[in-house]
């Protein structure tokens, strides 16, 4: 029998739930094969004495490594270690990645395919649809104004005011180091920690580093546009393979790999934009086998680790990762709200050196003041303590907007309650199209969007996201009556 009682350490302080700690450390122990598939877990009471804590703390925890799919619960004979997890296998790598960087001379200049951002007109009137953004009324931004305050009333503060490193700022690092290894499972240190600008720097850093003309960067069918344009942009090719409800198909990775050589997988771990669906357990492991033995990188953009409804985060592919393979990209963008252009990639030291040297063409430096202030917001707790709030709120704004959508809309509308984030993929009846839903929400005050965005590579889901999260209980039964007045009009012409 495993001994649990010596291998297993709670950290009382820290205020990750105790069932957590012990799921993420069970894991650990299943991705380094000390606990092999088929292997059976002690009973719950049995577990509880051992490692003295309440049997709820265990309970806990099976359910939550079951819902994560990393064990199986057999009726009569217990909880086993899942029978079909791959084996993870561990080989060195040299990861050193070579950059090159481009030089643009003459007087053209380039067109970007994609359309540029420009903020809605703000008609309070209008209800804008939107993908998925948190409700900035919920922004905590009085805690986020008296700690910037707190900042800039320290005596060290003018230290700050001049030129800083392209690295971010050291101290928003060390705390980022504390608090992925903590709640990611992450085993890095400063080294590996790089700060942006959102994540999409950490998207575009990326991709400036590994790709050069051609190179071949496999991502799901159908994707991240934005991740797509700025691959596309780098030249890169796209090859694009099956997203199920399990996340990008590992099997379909495969197959192009022994077809071809690929340089990086994108892949967004928890809730794949645009589907929202989790990239399971199994895939995960199965997606760094993969990495290892056809050496490829992975562009991991969890972007959206933080809203779960159904059960805990995943533990990030980075999180097992001794070779790297991964770049780990997050943010607060989504947790706290997109203004706050703070986020962070994470990867092997050669490749943040360089990711650091390049960031530095485009953007000196980040602003640290503001880092500052989130160093001080995630170590006093602040951040989790908002995320906790928020997340109650987000579960009850999906579960009564599902419930109307279908209750209500069903006749129209097709869709998965997505277990996290904050948009539903909703797929349009057949018979009805978008251009003229959105033509005719106009006459309801409705701002559909840029709709076809969702479908460039002409697959003709008639899917599009719709972010849930920015409505209250009043505005979301507003948005679903909208959607019918819309829905009545079209079927009565
Ligand atoms: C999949 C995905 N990655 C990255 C981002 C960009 O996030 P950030 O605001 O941190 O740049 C988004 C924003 O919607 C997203 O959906």
Redesign the pocket.
Known sequence: MFPFKTSIKFDRECNQALYLQLSNQIIQLIKNQTLAPNTKLPGSRTLAEQLDVHRKTIVACYDELLLQGWVESIPKKGTFVHSSLPVLEQQKLDNAVVSDLKNNTGFSFYKYPILPKKAPKKDRTIMYLN??VSDGRLTPIDEIARTYRRVCSKKNVFDHLSYGSTYGNDTLRDVLVDYLNTTRGLHITKDNVLITR????G?WLSSQLLFQKDDIVVVGNTN?G??DATFLNQHAKLERVMVDEHGLSTRDIENLCKRQQIKAVYV?SHHH?PTTVTLCAERRIRLLNLAKQYNFAIIE?D??YDFNYNHAPILPLASHDNNGNVVYIG?V??TVA?VFRI?YLIASRDFVDEASKLRGYVDRQGDALLELTFADFIKSGDLDRHIRKVMKIYKQRRDLFCKLLKDELGDFFAFEIPKGGMAVWTKLNPNYSWETISVVARNYKLEIGDWQRYDIEKLNHNCIRIGFATYNEEEIYELINRFKEIFNEIKTK
């Open positions: 993908d998925g959102g994540s999409q720097m998207i991240y934005a991740a967004t934009h953009d972007y959206d943010s963008c989504k997109p986020g």
